[in-house]
């Protein structure tokens, strides 16, 4: 109880400090921006430069998609990922997975202004960010009343820095989320928190920055300064490993450190001896449902512009998550006898995810087959993987994040081929070359795909072992079984969900 007391104490002491902290960094200084990712605007409103006045400025259209698309991906979280899961378990814990959902996100929303964003998306090394935008410093200047620009993926087109901001902050917040429901209705709340600020600090932060920071294309202007940029990079970017929303940083991320989490924390009480159906699959479909709207800003919001990709984006993600309902119900209907709504939310759920890392990446075609091949395989992962592995993954996180992020990310590699049907990427940003046909080699892809993989397999997996130790020695991990089976809704929170 001392150590719970001292760890809330911490906590409160911190957010404090962080907020005074947060006032201070706001004091403007001269600066540009010393992230490669970003161009910070310093135009003076009343005597601009000749080089502010032709400085790119955001476009309202892209802005408003942006910040359209970060409200749909709250909407993924809470209430949609949270009802998802909440559905999922016995109805004395729902409430409990409810409240994790829900204050997990919110701690990892704080925690990336005050540390996050900078460590994920300024110019570091290749595994980790810098200290240039702690506690949001130099996103606005309340003094000229100006905001830094943030790249995006077009030369000469940027949006608002503090929108982009805004925007990982979701990622950030649904990833610690997802874990969540691998050691659902066992956990102590507490534990659940010094959890999520150690495996967000040391795992999730290095794998967005090692995944997705880049100087920009703006930065590419002379093909001498290719290599030195390119050596800023995170360093599966520098690998060439393609990840457009978060096959890798998201999904396999929070899958794995979901299935360690299963092993360490144990076994539900009466596992394997009694069944544990869902409570509610109204709950579950109305989750599930919130979930597929709000990922058309997840992943179409991730092209960072209302342009063709992004329409490409939400197309693929309508395409490959209908395909792996019908997929997994139909194979579903043919072993077991009868389809299942459970089943149809879940294969719906493995489209989503396996797309992600693929929506902007593959033709129309590869989206379609990337939902036909999922379903089964996640269904497979949720039946014949889970019993081989024999741990209490309790709403299945592993056999569909992880397994369904894995065949997305590798799957990318093939279908981003034009030759299969899908955009190539760009291979020159000084001149904003596309690889040609003739010269994409699907092995090759294939190649980095997988080593930025294997990658975020083993970083996630150490880190989030050691998480779970440290919160274990400092609070334990799991509730005791009388308290188990009165329910976490009670125990930790003093509240029920139903009536009784």
């Not at 400090?17 to 990712?37: K, L, R």
């Not at 395409?319 to 149809?344: D, F, H, I, R, Y």
Request: some cysteine.
């Amino acid at each position: 109880m001392l150590n719970l007391r001292c760890f809330i104490g911490a906590l409160c002491a911190a957010l404090s400090w962080g907020a005074c902290c947060v006032v201070a960094a706001q004091v403007p200084v001269a600066e540009t921006s010393s992230t490669a990712s970003t161009q910070t605007s310093v135009a003076a409103p009343a005597a601009p430069t000749a080089a502010a006045a032709r400085a790119p400025q955001p476009n309202k259209g892209d802005t408003a998609w942006m910040m359209v698309s970060t409200l749909l991906v709250v909407l993924m979280t809470v209430p949609g990922l949270a009802l998802f899961y909440g559905g999922l378990v016995r109805s004395k814990n729902v409430l409990s997975v409810l409240m994790q959902v829900m204050v997990s996100f919110s701690l990892i929303v704080v925690l990336w202004l005050i540390y996050g964003y900078s460590l994920a998306f300024t110019e570091g090394n290749a595994f980790v960010g810098g200290t240039s935008r702690l506690f949001g410093r130099g996103l606005f200047d309340n003094l000229s009343g100006s905001f830094a620009n943030a790249a995006t993926f077009s030369k000469g087109v940027v949006i608002p820095e503090i929108v982009f901001m805004a925007f990982q902050a979701t990622f950030a917040g649904i990833t610690c989320a997802l874990i969540v429901g691998a050691f659902a209705e066992r956990m102590k709340f507490s534990a659940v928190l010094i959890f999520m600020v150690i495996w967000f600090t040391f795992s999730y932060l290095p794998i967005a920055h090692m995944v997705w920071f880049w100087p920009g294309p703006d930065a590419y202007t002379d093909a001498r300064l290719v290599d030195g940029l390119n050596a800023t990079a995170g360093k599966i970017w520098q690998w060439g490993a393609l990840d457009f929303a978060g096959g890798t940083v998201v999904h396999i991320n929070a899958g794995v450190a979901g299935l360690v989490g299963a092993y360490l924390v144990g076994k539900r009480v009466g596992y394997g001896k009694e069944a544990f159906p869902p409570h509610s699959l109204t709950l579950t479909m109305v989750g599930a449902s919130l979930l597929w709207v709000g990922w058309f800003g997840f992943n179409a919001g991730s092209a960072l512009e209302a342009n063709g990709t992004a329409g490409l984006a939400f197309i693929n993600t309508l395409l490959a998550t209908a395909a792996a309902v019908m997929s997994w119900t139909l194979v579903e209907w043919w072993l077991k006898g009868k389809p299942s709504m459970l089943g149809a939310a879940s294969g719906a759920v493995a489209g989503l995810v396996a797309i992600t890392p693929a929506a902007g990446n593959v033709g129309l075609m590869g989206a379609l087959a990337l939902g036909i091949v999922v379903g089964p395989l996640c269904l497979w992962g949720v039946s014949g993987l889970k019993r081989r592995l024999k741990a209490d993954d309790a709403l299945d996180v592993f056999g569909v994040h992880a397994l369904g992020g894995i065949f997305g990310a590798l799957a990318t590699g093939m279908f981003n081929s034009p030759n299969l049907g899908g955009p190539g990427h760009v291979v020159d940003w000084v001149t904003a070359t596309v690889i040609k046909p003739a010269d994409y080699s699907i092995a090759t892809q294939f190649i980095a795909q997988a080593k930025g993989v294997g990658l975020t397999i083993v970083w996630t997996a150490v880190v989030a072992f050691i998480a779970y130790k440290i919160a274990d020695r400092l609070v334990g991990l799991r509730v005791s079984d009388d308290e188990q089976r009165e329910g976490l809704d009670i125990v930790a929170h003093g509240e029920s969900a139903y009536s009784r």
